[in-house]
């Protein structure tokens, strides 16, 4: 974490060089990805949702837990069946080198993990554009799908980041119970980068 960090909450996973090996493999992304999102779930349940071979989600589902990101949920698991559960609300990918380090394998790592980021981001905007006239008047006008273009130096970049996700966190605070007539979970995905130069 540099310098001007402030710490993270508790509960946000920062990777580090090993434990970004072990979750960068697509079908561990979407498995922990489903147990942060819809909750505690078994193996078989994971494999129903995600369409694949229980077999292979119990496989992942190992490993992730190997690493650290999901651990047994002792309130379920009283049958046969594992229940998992996610062991972090978030991920935050960690110290600058692990961005730009000269080891190729973590290199690997980082660009199986970001493409697979984006390709989860992408099938959940298709799903929401392709649906969105579902959804009662009220949620139709409260959803966005917006983009800015402006010249930034990486300073003003990182500085218009770090102050859009101080907001978004802001409203953690607010969140509403799953009860809550009218709630629903509501999805934000950020993408900031630079373009070529002109």
Known sequence: MAENEKPLP???RVLDPRSLRGLAHPL???LLGALREYGPATASQLADRLGESSGATSYHLRQLATHG???????RGKGRERWWKAAQRATHVGAEEMLHGADPSLRGAMSTLLHEWATIHSQELSTWLGTWQEWPEEW???WDISDWSMRLTPELAAELRDKVQKLIESYREKEV??????????????????????
Not at 69 to 75: A, L, M
Not at 180 to 195: D, K, N, V
């Open 69 to 75: 990101f999901v651990v047994d949920d002792p309130e």
């Open 28 to 30: 561990r992304i979407r």
């Open 10 to 12: 508790d509960d946000v």
């Open 177 to 198: 119970d799953k009860s809550t007539e009218r709630s629903a979970p509501f999805r934000i995905h950020l993408h900031g980068f630079p373009r070529n130069k002109d």
């Open 140 to 142: 139709r006008r409260a």
